[in-house]
């Protein structure tokens, strides 16, 4: 494998942009002379079809100073002397984050960056925007896949995330917690649940369990475009509004449109600097939420924050009122191989902040008005909807933890968080109190709906704001192991 030592950070983005160009082109134009004419690709041809990959060296000899430098931020660091890397994806569109990363290790630690082709192939799929391109006819799957690289599971996992990956001396290290194949196995797995297209997701992104949070987002979003502090709104289905494209029906008929389709509808208000958020409805369940942010994960967000509905465990707690998680009992069961339960998660200052001054600010209410309405606690995480049904077993469970509330997602999120080093919070909203006599009817759910949804989505957007205003500092180092990866 050759290599080139990059000038500057940018040069070495540039020259990973038109390594990865040119791969994709020629498989492209390899796949079109397949279609028309069935010649397949020589084995030359067919090694072009490389990803690039970027690699990183750090020696203490070449420390800027002569000495290992000392950071406390929680990104852009060494663990150790050696050589980093890790292959490419989509450069053009990771530029940013990219250059982030790469431009701190050349100051700090006087880093030397290098650029070559890897030998990771890239799977033909990936290569297609939209896959249509396979739906003509000319050829089958099982044709392709004689013929060009393929996506193989084999490949694609999480080992450098999950610290299972091995070590070999005389081998580089990881530079980055995905490889490029691991990224766009996600990158077409959140257009397929997500109706959207992944350069759509913004850094700033809210979870909800309710469709009726986008109904409210929908709104603000509009809003937002209108009056020029957001540039558009991309909706699930391709749709992407402008302020042009406003009138008084655009509310109505987007949320009418077939967000049904997909699994996990997406909705992102797109502002400039990288302030735009993303809210996704992951449904109901931990296996939706592991399965949305294991996807999300590969784009590096600012933080995730799950914004949902909950059911109340104590009796002094009122319908409407929000719980602000400072601990999870995660009954789960879906991370404890990853994150066994006995793992704590902490929670992030930050981010506990954010959530809890945006409440003040949106509500109104502080001191002991505040305290009554805003509890902190621990949240109860269940894979079982009907947990009720068994509570002689688990009412000493709730007992033992101190839980005040209990739902399905926001263990699972901030458990993921924790796994993938994306930072996370949790701010629920009491619907029900189900040890309490005041269960889910329809009526009353309207009711509190209509009442509380509004409210809560923008403490949401309010907590994002502030944490968006503290920069970088929400990267928090809790998250990151003695040997992480140099790249956030």
Not at 83 to 110: H, K, M, N
Not at 134 to 158: M, Q
Not at 276 to 288: D, K
Request: with cysteine.
């Amino acid at each position: 494998m050759t290599f080139e030592i990059a000038a500057t950070p940018e040069d070495a983005i540039d020259r990973l942009e038109a390594l990865y160009d040119a791969g994709c082109q020629a498989l492209r134009d390899d796949l079109q002379r397949f279609f028309d004419t069935h010649v397949p690709p020589t084995a030359e041809e067919r090694a072009r079809y490389r990803y690039p990959v970027l690699r990183v060296t750090y020696t203490h000899a070449n420390a800027l100073p002569l000495s290992a430098p000392t950071t406390w931020r929680g990104f852009a660091k060494f663990p150790a002397p050696g050589i980093y890397s890790t292959t490419v994806t989509q450069p053009a569109e990771f530029r940013a984050y990219l250059l982030d990363q790469l431009r701190l290790l050349v100051e700090e630690y006087g880093a030397t960056i290098e650029t070559g082709v890897s030998q990771q192939e890239i799977p033909y799929p990936y290569a297609l925007d939209g896959g249509d391109e396979l739906a003509r006819g000319k050829a089958t799957a099982v044709e392709l896949a004689r013929y060009f690289p393929t996506p193989l599971l084999s490949l694609v996992g999480d080992e450098i995330a999950d610290g299972t990956f091995d070590f070999v001396d005389g081998e580089p290290r990881p530079l980055s917690l995905f490889d490029a194949v691991r990224i766009d196995f996600s990158l077409r797995r959140l257009v397929h649940y997500t109706g959207t297209d992944w350069r759509d997701m913004q850094p700033w992104v809210l979870l909800t369990n309710y469709h009726r949070y986008v109904d409210q987002f929908v709104r603000l979003g509009l809003a937002e475009v209108l009056a020029g502090t957001a540039d558009a709104l991309a909706v699930p289905g391709g749709g992407r509004i402008g302020k042009g494209d406003i009138d008084d029906g655009t509310a109505e008929r987007v949320m009418a449109a077939p967000w049904h389709r997909f699994q996990m509808p997406a909705y992102h208000l797109i502002r400039k600097n990288g302030e735009g958020i993303t809210l996704v409805n992951i449904g109901v369940g931990p296996s939706n939420a592991k399965n949305i942010t294991d996807h999300l994960a590969v784009l590096r967000p600012n933080c995730w924050l799950m914004v949902g509905h909950c059911g109340g465990l104590r009796q002094e707690q009122v319908i409407g009122d929000y719980v602000l998680a400072h601990a999870y009992l995660r009954q789960d069961h879906i991370l404890d191989e990853l994150v066994p339960p006995d793992i704590p998660i902490p929670a992030l200052a930050e981010i506990q902040v954010a959530l809890q001054e945006a409440a003040a600010e949106i509500t109104g209410e502080k001191g002991e008005r505040l305290k009554r309405r805003l509890r902190t606690g621990t949240v109860v995480t269940q894979d079982d909807r009907n947990w009720e049904l068994q509570w002689t077993k688990e009412r000493r469970r709730i007992n033992q933890s101190r839980a005040v509330a209990v739902d399905m997602e926001s263990g699972t999120i901030a458990a993921q968080g924790y796994r993938l080093r994306v930072p996370y919070g949790t701010l629920l909203c009491v619907s029900d109190k189900p040890l309490h006599g005041e269960i889910k009817l329809p009526g009353a759910a309207n009711a509190f709906y209509e009442r509380a949804v509004g409210e809560h989505l923008k403490i949401g957007l309010r907590a994002l704001s502030k944490l968006n205003e503290a920069g970088a500092t929400i990267h928090s180092r809790k998250l990151r192991s003695f040997d992480e990866p140099p790249f956030r």
